[in-house]
């Protein structure tokens, strides 16, 4: 690219329960075999839980955050909140409402240098 391109027409999200829990049991298999990441740690997952615990409780707003170097990040993310989170809390004793979500966010130009693989068409 050597310009600057129009800017995108606007896609409102669409969440999906059914989509969601079939992304949420395959998520662990794509990891290992697309990825070859076999583990997804929490560093300070208490924190995490009581944040969510906390959102969904109405009691406060919240944001996640971050940035990410690989197309792997964010199925790591979405392992770290479909599965391990919800894991977690039940452990700790914090009852977490289903579906543990978050909507993504990104910049739409991402699959013109990234490649088809990283968006939906």
């Not at 606007?10 to 059914?18: C, Q, R």
């Not at 662990?28 to 583990?39: A, M, R, S, T």
């Not at 790591?76 to 966010?105: D, E, T, Y």
């Amino acid at each position: 690219m050597t310009q600057a391109q129009p800017s995108l027409e606007f896609i409102p999200p669409a969440y999906n329960p059914l989509v969601w829990n079939v992304a949420k049991r395959i998520i662990p298999f794509w990891l290992k075999y697309n990825n070859h990441i076999v583990d997804v740690e929490i560093d300070r997952a208490s924190e995490l839980i009581d944040l969510y615990h906390q959102f969904q409780q109405g009691k406060t707003r919240f944001m996640l955050a971050f940035r990410h170097p690989t197309i792997a990040d964010p199925p790591c993310i979405a392992q770290l909140l479909w599965n391990k989170l919800p894991q977690l809390a039940r452990q700790q004793g914090v009852s977490l409402k289903s579906p543990v979500h978050a909507h993504f966010i990104y910049d739409r130009g991402i699959p013109l240098w990234a490649g088809d693989k990283v968006g939906w068409g």
